[in-house]
């Protein structure tokens, strides 16, 4: 079993919608988590980051964060063709413990 | 100011043959990372750098794979022998503060 899962997608959702993206983990070492979001033929761009448990908000992207239940979401609300992407989760255990560990994706598409 | 730069975009090569991805990180980051993302995949730890420390070299599925990091700036994964299992995009990222790591555009290694 993988450390990180993330729900598969793909997703396609008309623009306006509100949408919900989700990881489930297993280490329970993990204390920084990130969301990335990756353009195709394009590197991975950090778009939101946490640590430990709790909400994040920056502009229409909202992450949370349940250390209990070792579940991270990212919502979009009133989604736009441009966030059309693949979104990645990906967490670690602490500054010095240098990788990240990354989910598999879930592709978004916006439909105007 | 400029990113991660990494050459070349794309490389076809022929099964059996070595080649050399390069990985220029932002200036002043001190931790480098190498990840391998294979088609519809997530991103997969390949090794990490981190200032004058031994490099994590965990993540390197053969002893096919190295990689160096000269002047604790440019670094290059070398792939001796490649086989097509190797085909992928491989991503270079470095590090400032915490967990917010800056990927390069990633090198499309094709082997045939």
């Known amino acids: 079993q993988k450390e990180v899962e993330q729900d598969p997608g793909p997703l396609s959702v008309p623009e306006g919608a509100i949408v919900s993206l989700n990881c489930t983990y297993s280490n329970s070492a993990f204390q920084y988590f990130m969301w990335y979001r990756q353009y195709s033929r394009k590197g991975p761009e950090l778009l939101m980051y946490?640590?430990?448990?709790g909400n994040k908000e920056d502009g229409r992207f909202t992450a949370q964060v349940d250390k209990s239940s070792k579940y991270i979401s990212l919502f979009i609300r009133d989604s736009q063709p441009s966030d059309s992407a693949t979104y990645l989760c990906?967490?670690?255990?602490?500054?010095?413990?240098?990788?990240?560990?990354f989910g598999d994706g879930t592709t978004l598409t916006v439909k105007p | 100011g400029a990113g991660v730069s990494q050459s070349p975009s794309n490389k076809v090569t022929e099964k059996g043959k070595d080649v050399e991805l390069r990985c220029d990180p932002i200036?002043?980051?001190?931790?480098l990372y190498w990840y391998r993302q294979s088609l519809g995949q997530g991103l997969e730890f390949l090794i990490y750098f981190q200032g004058n420390s031994a490099p994590d070299k965990s993540g390197l599925p053969s002893d096919r794979f190295s990689a160096e990091r000269t002047g604790g700036s440019v670094s290059t994964l070398t792939i001796q022998r490649t086989q097509q299992e190797d085909s992928a995009v491989y991503l270079c990222?470095?590090?400032?503060?915490?967990?917010?790591?800056?990927f390069g555009p990633g090198t499309r290694l094709l082997v045939l």
């Open positions: 990222a470095s590090r400032t503060r915490a967990e917010t790591q800056y």
């Open positions: 990906a967490m670690s255990a602490g500054t010095n413990a240098g990788k990240s560990t």
């Open positions: 200036s002043g980051h001190t931790a």
């Open positions: 946490t640590y430990s448990s």
